[in-house]
């Protein structure tokens, strides 16, 4: 595989239906990297697959600003201190963010949010075809990310910071993050499935 894992995630706390698509329950957030280029070409793919996402009329409202090599600090700045201090080592860090208004009418746009969770996950799971892992992070300075790449606060709302990266052995990290490296556990499908009533 063009990017080893060091090791088998234990992915015993989970219990997918039979029948459910492999990609869903192998996906997984770690906090472990170490830091590896990530070709030109496999980034292109992973971006693209967030290209075909669905959103509604079509908007596709997401926008997905990343690092580069020479920006990579930039954007580790960005991060709140708690994410810094494991997010260092992936390979990439990026920003979501929503177009708030349709273009078509100029109305706001209620799903833009939950259209670029669309985009998210797309690309997500093209990461991990490729060997690849991503983590999604709330814990981002967005008042900053505005300021830092002059982003209209009328126009793009800054949704939420992810990184890409080759997972690396979680005694890598220092504590509390060692602790917490392993793929988690789901809620049971009658928790979060109603069906007819609430």
């Not at 192998?26 to 472990?32: I, K, N």
């Not at 814990?139 to 209209?152: L, N, P, S, V, Y």
């Amino acid at each position: 595989m063009k990017y080893p894992t060091p090791y088998s995630p234990d992915f015993s706390s989970r219990d997918p239906l039979a029948g459910v698509a492999e990609e869903f329950p192998a996906r997984w957030s770690p906090r472990s990297f170490v830091r590896t280029p990530i070709p030109a070409e496999d980034l292109a793919v992973i971006m693209d697959a967030a290209r075909w996402a669905p959103s509604a009329y079509n908007e596709q409202p997401w926008r997905i600003l990343t690092s580069t090599e020479e920006t990579f600090e930039t954007f580790l700045g960005l991060l709140v201190d708690a994410n810094q201090k494991w997010a260092k080592n992936a390979s990439l860090i990026g920003f979501m963010v929503a177009r708030k208004n349709f273009t078509h009418n100029g109305k706001p746009n209620a799903t833009a949010v939950y259209d670029c969770g669309s985009a998210w996950m797309s690309l997500t799971l093209q990461a991990r075809k490729l060997g690849l892992y991503t983590h999604g992070m709330a814990g981002i300075r967005k008042d900053a990310i505005h300021e830092a790449f002059g982003i209209d606060r009328d126009e793009f709302e800054v949704v939420a910071g992810f990184t890409i990266g080759v997972l690396d052995l979680k005694e890598n990290l220092g504590k509390p993050y060692a602790d917490w490296e392993g793929p988690s556990p789901r809620k049971p499908l009658a928790e979060i499935w109603k069906q007819g009533v609430w």
